[in-house]
C-alpha cells in the first residue's frame, strides 16, 4: 500500500508553495488508494511556533486536503532519534561557524558548507581538553548514492564529496532535520515522499542515512517550486501569499483550480475541488521547471 505524508514546519501560515505541494502529494496518494500521514516538523525550536500548528492542520482541512493520521510531533520524539543516532558513526565537532565558514565553499545546491573533516580525527585526549559543546557529525564512507527522482529522473550524488560528514545533532542537543525526517518517514512506513525540490539536494544524504539504519529506502518525487515572473523563489516572507492572506481573497477550490490548471491537470482555471481532481491527476504532468505563478494571483 502506498503510505505519502505532508510534513511542513509550523514556521508560520501554510504558503502557496506548501499549499501545492501538498496537493500533490494528497492527489499522489489519493489517486493510488494509499494512506497520508500528516507529519508536523517542529523540531527546531527557534523557527517552530505552536500557534502555527493548529493553523497548518486547519489550513489543510480548509483545503480539503485529509489525512489518516497524524503522528507525534518531532518536539516529542527525542528518544526515538536518541535510539537511531547511537547506532551511527558519529563524533563530536568542536568546530565554530567561522572556522566552517572559512575553510570550505559552500555547497552548490543548498548554500551549506562542505566540511573537511577537521574534528574526524580527534583523540580521546583531543576531545577531553575541549570546552565548547560539540555538535555530533556522522562519518560517511566515500561513494556515489544513486537514485531516480520520480520528476527529476535519475541523481547520482557522493554526499562525502558534496557536503561532507553532516551534522546528526546541534552543539544545544537538538536532533538535524537529516536524521529527524529518516527516522519519521521510516518509523510510519512512508512509501513516497513529495515534497519541494529545493529538498532534492538532501535526498543523498538522507538515503545515505537509510542505508545505515538498515531502513527500505522510500520513492522520492521532488516537485517544481513555485517562483514569481522574475525567477525569485517565493518564501513564507511574501506575507500576501499565505493562506491567512489569500482565504480573504479565495475559496479553497479558487487556489486549487489555479494551481491545477497552472500544472496542467485541468483546461482552465475555474474553481475545483481536490477530490474532483483525483482522476484527472498523473505524475507525467508534473514539469521540472519551476513553475511561474504569480500573475495569477492579483491580491
Ligand atoms: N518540513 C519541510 C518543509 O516544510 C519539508 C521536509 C520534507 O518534506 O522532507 O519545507
Redesign the pocket.
Known amino acids: 500500500m502506498v503510505v505519502g505524508r505532508f510534513?511542513?514546519?509550523p514556521s508560520g501560515r501554510m504558503h502557496l508553495g506548501?499549499v501545492f505541494t501538498a496537493l500533490i502529494a494528497w492527489l499522489s496518494v489519493r489517486s493510488q488508494q494509499g494512506r497520508m500521514l500528516l507529519r508536523i516538523?517542529d523540531l527546531d525550536p527557534d523557527r517552530s511556533k505552536p500557534q502555527y500548528i493548529d493553523a497548518l492542520r486547519r489550513d489543510l482541512q480548509w483545503l480539503g486536503l485529509d489525512w489518516d493520521e497524524e503522528m507525534p510531533l518531532q518536539s516529542q520524539r527525542s528518544d526515538i532519534y536518541d535510539c537511531y543516532f547511537h547506532r551511527l558513526p558519529v563524533y563530536p565537532c568542536f568546530c565554530t561557524r567561522n572556522e566552517l565558514h572559512s575553510a570550505s565553499a559552500p555547497h552548490a545546491a543548498d548554500g551549506s558548507f562542505l566540511y573537511a573533516g577537521t574534528c574526524r580525527g580527534l583523540s580521546a585526549e583531543e576531545i577531553a581538553t575541549q570546552v565548547r559543546k560539540p555538535s555530533w557529525r556522522v562519518a560517511l564512507n566515500e561513494g556515489c548514492v544513486s537514485f531516480t527522482d520520480r520528476v527529476y529522473g535519475m541523481i547520482r550524488e557522493d554526499p562525502s564529496k558534496s557536503c561532507g560528514d553532516f551534522i546528526l545533532r546541534r552543539a544545544d542537543g537538538v536532533y538535524a532535520?537529516q536524521l529527524a525526517?529518516v527516522c519519521d518517514d521510516a518509523l510510519g512506513g512512508v512509501t513516497e515522499?513529495v515534497?519541494?525540490r529545493d529538498?532534492l539536494s538532501s535526498t543523498a544524504r538522507q538515503i545515505w542515512l537509510y542505508r545505515a539504519l538498515g531502513f527500505p529506502t522510500p520513492e522520492f518525487c521532488h516537485v517544481p517550486l513555485l517562483v514569481a515572473p522574475d525567477g525569485r523563489r517565493l518564501s513564507k516572507r511574501e506575507k500576501d501569499l499565505d493562506l491567512e492572506h489569500l482565504q480573504q481573497h479565495y475559496t479553497a477550490e479558487d487556489l486549487i483550480g489555479k494551481l491545477a490548471y497552472s500544472i496542467g491537470l485541468t483546461e482552465n482555471s475555474s474553481p475545483i475541488s481536490p477530490r474532483e481532481l483525483i482522476p484527472l491527476f498523473r505524475w507525467d504532468r508534473i514539469p521540472n521547471q519551476d513553475i511561474s505563478i504569480m500573475e495569477q494571483f492579483h491580491v
Do not use: I, Q
Request: net charge neutral.
Open positions: 510534513a511542513p514546519s506548501n516538523e532535520y525526517v515522499v515534497r519541494g529538498l
